[in-house]
């Protein structure tokens, strides 16, 4: 029996010695950051400022390999199968937890296979109308769109995705009956509001700011859990007339599950201290994204809770991936 214990306690000694001597070696090469949309998305805007600071942080390449598709199942699917030696990262979206509930089947497990390294960063959207609509407070829509029930139609930027759910979160919490005309893109949806197509919409905030400054749309609240200093006089939604609602477009930095815990504690310290340094933090202002960072421990329970909060949101509306 001692001798047993012996030999686990050896084994165990052994791994922690190895995985030690893998973070100090670290990195040895350049590093890959799968980012999980396009070039020009906004997923792949804060890769390429996490890329850079990194790079100058570690004194060696850091690259952005576009992966779109599958709502991040492509990028993130890669990831969970690369070798854990740091040198293959991903940046993903809040989207990542939606995925346990829009997929059947998916190939990987979000909880085993995904580690979160740290979540860098947030943006809210901005909720906003078409002039014919009369509302000038969030509780003044609620009244408005429960006294019209299916009238009220909302666009996003395509089914399954932030918008799409960040709206249905609006409509189960506010008890209303509105309507989701889904389009290809954020741009479409946009035309579609400013045409009064549709009446409602989220978008991020440059999207939206300069409709609203030429009055062609109105804004009433930012989604996320604070107000935004890209748009400061406008109250959360919470705020506005719909407590408990909250809505942030986060990004992470996500790791392989079986990363060794040394090497993943030194990519996360090695993360906080570029998200602290001034001119960092002016590039992701200069993108409407608010540093969060953290450790390891409590960026992996911040994303164990969204995928329950979105599960229940995706469940509840039947949603189903587009």
Do not use: C
């Amino acid at each position: 029996m001692h001798t047993r214990l012996f030999q686990v306690s050896a084994i165990v000694g052994l791994a922690a010695v190895a995985g030690a001597s893998v973070a100090a070696a670290f990195p040895d090469r350049p590093v890959r950051v799968l980012a999980a949309s396009a070039a020009g998305g906004g997923t792949d805007i804060i890769a390429r400022l996490v890329a850079q600071g990194l790079t100058e942080t570690w004194g060696q390449q850091v690259v952005v390999d576009n992966r779109p598709g599958g709502g991040g199942v492509i990028a993130t699917d890669i990831t969970a199968k690369a070798v854990p030696d740091g040198h293959t990262l991903l940046m993903q979206s809040v989207g990542i937890t939606f995925a346990p509930a829009l997929y059947k089947a998916l190939p990987f497990d979000v909880k085993r296979d995904i580690a979160a390294v740290t979540i860098v960063g947030s943006q809210p959207f901005m909720l906003a109308l078409h002039p014919s609509v009369p509302s000038k407070t969030v509780a003044e829509l609620v009244r408005w769109a429960r006294a019209r029930p299916g009238e009220l139609r909302y666009a996003s930027g395509g089914v399954s995705g932030a918008s799409h759910l960040g709206m249905e979160l609006f409509r189960i919490l506010a008890g209303v009956d509105i309507v989701h005309v889904p389009y290809k893109g954020t741009g479409p949806g946009t035309t579609a509001l400013l045409s009064g197509e549709v009446q409602m919409s989220i978008a991020g905030i440059s999207t939206l700011l300069a409709h609203v400054k030429t009055g062609k749309l109105r804004a009433l609240a930012v989604t996320g859990g604070k107000r935004s200093p890209a748009a400061p006089d406008l109250p959360t939604v919470a705020e506005d007339g719909l407590p408990g609602y909250s809505f942030d477009v986060w990004y992470g930095v996500f790791a392989p599950g079986k990363m060794p815990r040394p090497l993943l504690d030194r990519i996360n310290a090695d993360t906080n201290a570029m998200l602290r340094n001034a001119d960092v933090v002016q590039r992701f202002a200069a993108n409407g994204v608010d540093i969060i960072g953290g450790s390891v421990d409590a960026s992996n329970r911040y994303m164990q809770s969204e995928i329950v909060k979105w599960s229940k949101v995706i469940l509840e509306a039947g949603i189903k991936a587009d």
